[in-house]
């Protein structure tokens, strides 16, 4: 059974920064491609940032300069650090990871938990 944990979610001043972090743990044969998708009140679950098994990364528009997806596959942890937060930045933050679980098992898309940024004075 595979499970993601989440972390470094939090409250923080408009301008600060948070580092979120999310771990695979359990058996499986490898991750493809890792994101990060954020939830707001009353609203869709949107992309914010996705890292492919390569390093090349992908960024939501508003976001983009302000945010950055990192992994460490030794960790098999995927980052998104985000400075200059903004307000309409809070919301639930999900990680995504494309998990094979056997080298012959289509990759099945795996969520975490989620957690809660928020970002006021």
């Known amino acids: 059974q595979v499970q993601l944990v989440e972390s470094g979610g939090g409250l923080v001043q408009p301008g600060g920064s948070l580092r979120l972090s999310c771990a695979a743990s359990?058996?499986?044969?490898?991750?493809?491609?890792m994101g990060w998708y954020r939830q707001a009140p009353g609203k869709q679950r949107e992309l914010a940032a996705t890292i492919n098994s390569g390093g090349s990364t992908n960024y939501a528009d508003s976001v983009k300069g302000r945010f950055s997806i990192s992994r460490d596959n030794a960790r098999n942890t995927v980052y998104l650090q985000m400075n200059s937060l903004k307000p309409e930045d809070t919301a639930v933050y999900y990680c995504n990871l494309d998990i094979r679980v056997r080298s012959y098992s289509p990759e099945v898309p795996k969520w975490g938990q989620g957690t809660q940024v928020t970002v006021s004075s």
């Open positions: 359990g058996i499986f044969f490898s991750i493809n491609a």
